[in-house]
């Protein structure tokens, strides 16, 4: 399991790595090298829904569920920024056999990020960004069943583009995997087959100051 993390993480830097360097535009003469002005602070709201990325746990369904993330950044240069990610997402849990709905996991995700904005190409500016933080997890049962879920660390990898409206706004996509995998206690003893990684799915708008 710890072999695997350290693959994911190096696997993870190599892709920034060859992100930063990769051309967006294939006429050089259209394209600007550094994605944003220095001393830029950039304010997001998005919304989106979020898939797990595998079975919870065994035996269980889970939902795809909304997800919503409030981003804050600021650039030290023309290429780099740093700030702070809080995300939310919801997905409802049932049993398999029989079919039974057992409520919902609430994540909270406190997040410090790094994004990369290599280069700009007309409206475009393309990134990659990088969280290390917290998930907050919490259970609401619909059943008599207990369930706790643990904090986790969480580890999210995210890439997008910005569409530049004028100097003020942007439109936003933004596609991520987030690592959280932990354990449950409660009903039945401690579980440690739990993981809620998830893949989501973001779209909203910018501003830049």
Known sequence: MRGQWIKE?????????????????????????GGIEAGRVVLGVRAGFAPLT????????TSIGPLVNFQAMYSLNTWFLVGMMLEWERHGVSVEQPDVDLGHQDTVSVLPTIEIRPARSGSLSP??????GVNVNSFGEETAVRISPSN???WRLGWGTDYKLNERFALNVEWAYK???GHTTGTGGRNNDWNASSFGFLFGGKMFF
């Open 127 to 132: 990134y990659v960004n990088m969280s290390f």
């Open 179 to 181: 690592r959280n995998d």
């Open 54 to 61: 595998q079975q919870l746990s065994e035996d269980t369904s």
């Open 9 to 33: 993480l190096v696997a993870a830097v190599l892709f920034i790595v060859v992100f930063s360097l990769f051309p967006f535009s294939t006429t050089a003469s259209a394209q600007e090298f």
């Open 152 to 154: 986790t660390f969480a």
